[in-house]
């Protein structure tokens, strides 16, 4: 089992950057997949991109791919997020999520673990 803590959030002006962390319990956390959602009031939530295990092999949303770099510090047990050219559209509460399943994991039920989320506000 893992347990997720998501911080970095904040409100930032259109155009500007913000990186999320997403630190993890457990000694177990290179055996996960890791994910980062988002969800928008009124809206579902969606996927913004994932990481694989060994660093190698990441993936993104069509909506943040070229502004979201996804990473992973396995010897801190921590997932980022590098959000730049932030739009207000990108305005939400962001997720990080841990899956033990193999292959691009882009549906919430994917995953088993979830984070509490921070908010990210983008103003116009």
């Known amino acids: 089992q893992v347990q997720l803590v998501e911080s970095g959030g904040g409100l930032v002006q259109a155009g500007g950057s913000l990186r999320l962390s997403c630190a993890a319990s457990?000694?177990?956390?290179?055996?996960?997949?890791m994910g980062w959602f988002r969800q928008a009031p009124g809206k579902e939530r969606e996927f913004v991109g994932r990481?694989?295990?060994?660093?190698?092999?990441?993936y993104y949303a069509d909506s943040v791919k070229g502004r979201f770099t996804i990473s992973r510090d396995n010897a801190k047990n921590t997932v980022y997020l590098q959000m730049k050219a932030l739009k207000p559209e990108d305005t939400a509460v962001y997720y990080c999520?841990?899956?033990?399943?193999?292959?691009?994991?882009?549906?919430?039920?994917?995953?088993?673990?979830w984070g509490q989320g921070t908010q990210v506000t983008v103003s116009s």
């Open positions: 457990g000694r177990t956390f290179s055996s996960y997949v």
């Open positions: 999520a841990a899956t033990l399943r193999v292959g691009v994991t882009t549906r919430t039920d994917e995953y088993d673990y």
């Open positions: 990481i694989s295990r060994s660093i190698t092999f990441t």
